[in-house]
């Protein structure tokens, strides 16, 4: 089994979108079978949504408009 130190690289590396199908798959198959990282995925998920949540209070909306337009002009140059 996945050691849980490497366990948490991949999940960090899952969320940048950065993880192999193969490093995916041996990290559903530790979460599958350690409570501690699964425990950890969860916080550190909601640590992020608090962040984000965070960050949406503090933007100015014009700051935000700026932001999302520059975001969704990466995603259709991704994209196409
Ligand atoms: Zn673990």
Redesign the pocket.
């Given at each position: 089994m996945l050691r849980?130190d490497a366990?948490v690289d991949m999940l960090l590396d899952a969320r940048d979108g950065t993880l192999s199908l193969q490093g995916r798959q041996a990290l559903e198959r530790?979460l599958s079978q350690?409570p501690?990282?699964t425990a950890f995925q969860r916080s550190y998920e909601r640590s992020i949504a608090l962040t984000a949540q965070t960050l949406a209070v503090k933007l100015p909306p014009q700051a935000k408009a700026r932001i999302q337009a520059l975001l969704h002009q990466r995603l259709d140059r991704e994209i196409a």
């Amino acid at each position: 089994m996945l050691r849980c130190d490497a366990a948490v690289d991949m999940l960090l590396d899952a969320r940048d979108g950065t993880l192999s199908l193969q490093g995916r798959q041996a990290l559903e198959r530790h979460l599958s079978q350690c409570p501690s990282c699964t425990a950890f995925q969860r916080s550190y998920e909601r640590s992020i949504a608090l962040t984000a949540q965070t960050l949406a209070v503090k933007l100015p909306p014009q700051a935000k408009a700026r932001i999302q337009a520059l975001l969704h002009q990466r995603l259709d140059r991704e994209i196409a």
